[in-house]
């Protein structure tokens, strides 16, 4: 199998196969995703980079960021990725190789990665998280993947969940405003220059100089070393989490929800308020049913997920 996985910063490209239960990388190159040329320049690349590693194009698995239509092949002017204007992949790549050529929403590819191979396996009911530089949700329902009437089920991070908060997916306090990567850095900023404008210190912003530097990493870097401000930025985000799962939990009844990035990496920071909410909010046999989860995939699952798009 080859998979490419498109990103608005990189694009990857693996070659893969399955055994006993389990799926593998046997070789991936990355390349820069670059916004000088066109769509077709990069996809040109990608597959000669793919040819390099392999002669058999019989399954190509393609994730990328949506919106897209998965049943034409078509990516559809993701905001990560300007100039990707109704790009024909399937024209492209069928007529090329000749084979089966699926393509998936990395959040949709993830939850399938996850639910085959990863932390979901086993369930008929399962929720994906991305929790990265934004927030999106794959769906798995009575043990099929359920993308919706025109491919958009799952745009989680779009739900309000307060009048105000850090914008994401255009809508402050948006799902994903406050628990991305991106939201959890813009909480850090609007704490460090409501304190610093007061003279009072910040653990992971020592200046008004250092604003642009704060990122969900440097928050979490001063939380792991015992700075109470960096906890309760977490916190915070932590206590939105839950706010947004009860209301897949409660409308989606899922067994599992595995959610990955930041949560993979900072779980202990953002469980606590997480559960908190939850048992506030949430429906106490639906809670009770579901078990939430960090991702297991790791820093592969991006390329776990594009070989899993094709064996869909």
Not at 24 to 51: G, N, Q
């Amino acid at each position: 199998m080859i998979g490419f996985d498109i990103g608005g910063t990189k694009c990857a490209v693996c070659a893969g196969y399955e055994r006993d239960g389990g799926i593998y990388v046997s070789d991936k190159r990355v390349i820069p995703t670059r916004h000088d040329v066109s769509p077709y320049e990069i996809l040109d690349e990608m597959c000669r980079l793919a040819e390099e590693m392999t002669d058999d194009f019989s399954r190509i698995g393609i994730s990328c960021g949506g919106p897209l239509d998965s049943a034409k092949g078509v990516i559809m002017s993701p905001p990560n990725l300007p100039g990707w204007d109704n790009v024909d992949v399937f024209g492209y790549l069928k007529p090329r190789y000749g084979g089966t050529v699926n393509l998936q929403n990395d959040a949709n590819a993830c939850a399938v990665a996850e639910w085959k191979f990863g932390a979901g396996r086993g369930t008929k009911n399962m929720i994906f998280l991305t929790f990265g530089t934004g927030l999106g949700a794959g769906l798995v329902l009575n043990g099929a993947l359920y993308t919706g009437a025109c491919d958009m089920a799952g745009e989680a991070g779009h739900i309000r969940l307060a009048k105000t908060g850090p914008v994401g997916y255009g809508k402050a306090g948006s799902f994903e405003g406050f628990c991305s990567g991106n939201g959890i850095a813009a909480l850090g900023r609007s704490y460090a220059m409501d304190k610093l404008n007061k003279n009072q210190a910040v653990s992971f912003c020592p200046s008004p100089g250092e604003l642009d530097k704060i990122s969900a990493k440097s928050i979490a870097d001063a939380a792991d070393e015992g700075f109470e401000d960096a906890k309760e930025i977490y916190r915070k985000s932590g206590e939105m989490l839950g706010y947004g799962l009860a209301v897949l939990i409660d409308i989606l009844n899922p067994e599992r929800i595995v959610i990955g990035s930041v949560f993979q990496r900072s779980e202990m920071l953002l469980r606590g308020a997480m559960e908190e909410t939850l048992a506030r909010e949430c429906l106490s046999y639906s809670l009770e049913a579901c078990k939430i989860v960090p991702a297991a995939l790791g820093d592969g699952l991006g390329d776990i997920a594009a070989l899993s798009v094709a064996l869909l």
